[in-house]
């Protein structure tokens, strides 16, 4: 059952670290793009990563909650998969890129020296599937990360404030998908009462550089923007992201076309969420339908 399963996130890409473990990398569409120029993803414009050098992946393929816009597939949780020690899992990442990346070699649009570049990866994003904070080393993991100089994005939806102040990222994602908890459940369809937990965790952002993702759902979770004012307000974050809901993957099947916001919507939501907040516009992807705001510019 579990070998089936791996085999069905092999299909979408995924490079598992070893057979039947729960750690894989699978190099994201940015990745691909900026190997033959066809541009960045917008977090090279907010950030200044370098998308053919970046490595997405998961130390675990677990999450505790089940958001209608996951665009993953919640079939392929594996609990019962086994866990990698986090030296296990660095050694595994630039044969991983590598391999995941070796198609691009041949590739006439692709200049010899980007590819080469792309070899070894500077920065990892911890964000490709499930939750980092069910993994019980993430610390030791990203600190191991920092000592071998990579970067670290670490991507979470908040629900464990313990496990994340342990952790060190170059820079900390954590999800607000509602500005209320009758929202939260109906969005997010956590696996308990985790509420309060992402309050707690956006409460602590100031401790590092960190950002506020809202995934905005049209006629969804699209509401209240003074609530979300009011929690980002005592946040600290460095940053807060709006961005647009993409009706991709496995989300077409829980959510509507209709449930994807213009980017012109995106950009109102975050103009009032300013409004009830003290950050301001920094800069914006209609590509990505995205727009970056900044604590006090
Ligand atoms: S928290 Fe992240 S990985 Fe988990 S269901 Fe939500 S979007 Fe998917």
């Given at each position: 059952m579990r070998l089936k399963r791996c085999e069905g996130l092999k299909r979408q890409g995924y490079q598992f670290?070893?057979?039947?473990?729960s750690a894989a990398v699978k190099p994201c569409l940015w990745c691909k793009r900026s190997l033959t120029g066809g541009g960045q993803c917008y977090k090279h414009q907010f950030?200044?990563?370098e998308s053919h050098l970046c490595v997405q992946m998961t130390p675990?393929?677990?999450?505790n909650q089940r958001c209608l816009?996951?665009?993953?597939?919640?079939?392929?949780?594996?609990?019962d998969t086994f866990i990698l020690q986090p030296h296990e899992i660095i050694e595994a990442l630039p044969g991983l890129q590598k391999k995941a990346l070796s198609?691009?070699?041949?590739?006439?649009?692709?200049?010899e020296e980007r590819f080469l570049e792309a070899l070894t990866p500077r920065h990892v994003a911890?964000?490709?599937?499930?939750?980092?904070?069910?993994?019980?080393?993430l610390p030791e993991l990203i600190d191991r990360l920092t000592e071998k100089n990579y970067s670290t994005f670490l991507v979470s939806n908040g629900t464990k404030p313990e496990m994340l102040r342990r952790c060190r990222p170059t820079q900390l994602y954590i999800s607000l998908?509602?500005?209320d908890k009758e929202t939260y459940e109906s969005l997010c369809?956590?696996?308990?009462?985790l509420w309060a937990n992402v309050l707690t965790s956006i409460s602590e952002m100031?401790?590092?550089r960190s950002a506020v993702r809202i995934t905005m759902v049209k006629g969804i979770n699209d509401h209240s923007p003074e609530k979300y004012g009011a929690i980002l307000k005592d946040s600290g974050a460095t940053f807060i992201e709006v961005k647009g809901y993409m009706y991709?993957?496995?989300s077409r099947k829980r959510l509507e076309r209709g449930n994807m916001p213009e980017h012109t919507e995106v950009q109102e939501f975050a103009k009032s969420i300013s409004e009830y907040s003290d950050y301001k516009i920094l800069d914006e992807s209609p590509l990505s339908r995205v727009i970056c705001l900044e604590r006090g510019v």
């Open positions: 670290v070893k057979p039947g473990s950030y200044g990563i675990t393929l677990m999450c816009f996951c665009w993953r597939s919640f079939e392929y949780e594996e609990p198609g691009y070699k041949v590739n006439p649009h692709v200049p911890i964000s490709l599937s499930g939750e980092p904070t069910l993994y019980p080393w998908d509602a500005p369809r956590p696996s308990s009462d100031s401790r590092q991709l993957g496995y």
